[in-house]
């Protein structure tokens, strides 16, 4: 999980973003409109990153198109000390938004 959350997290340009969509999706679940407005990001860039992580087992669904719900998976929840570990050692920030 480590190595994973560094790839995703740590190791790319995103990172910063999938650190706050994971953060805020441990606050409570959201769809993509949710998100994409609590987080002051564009609909696409979400999406897209809701995509990676979701094929990367951090995040799961319920419910369908629109209104399509998305919650961190019992792994992700598991390991979010080492989430915040990586945040740290990457140098993004670490209190949330």
Do not use: C
């Not at 994971?22 to 949710?34: A, K």
């Not at 564009?42 to 629109?66: F, P, R, S």
């Amino acid at each position: 999980m480590r190595q994973l959350l560094w790839w995703l997290i740590g190791g790319s340009r995103g990172g910063a973003n999938r650190l706050r969509i994971v953060r805020t999706l441990h606050d409570r679940p959201m769809n993509t409109n949710q998100l994409s407005e609590t987080l002051d990001l564009n609909y696409k860039t979400v999406q897209h990153h809701l995509e990676v992580l979701e094929e990367n087992n951090i995040v799961t669904t319920q419910g369908a198109d629109y209104g399509k719900m998305f919650f961190l998976t019992d792994q992700m929840t598991a390991n979010l000390d080492i989430l915040e570990e990586i945040a740290e050692q990457a140098d993004l920030e670490t209190n949330g938004d």
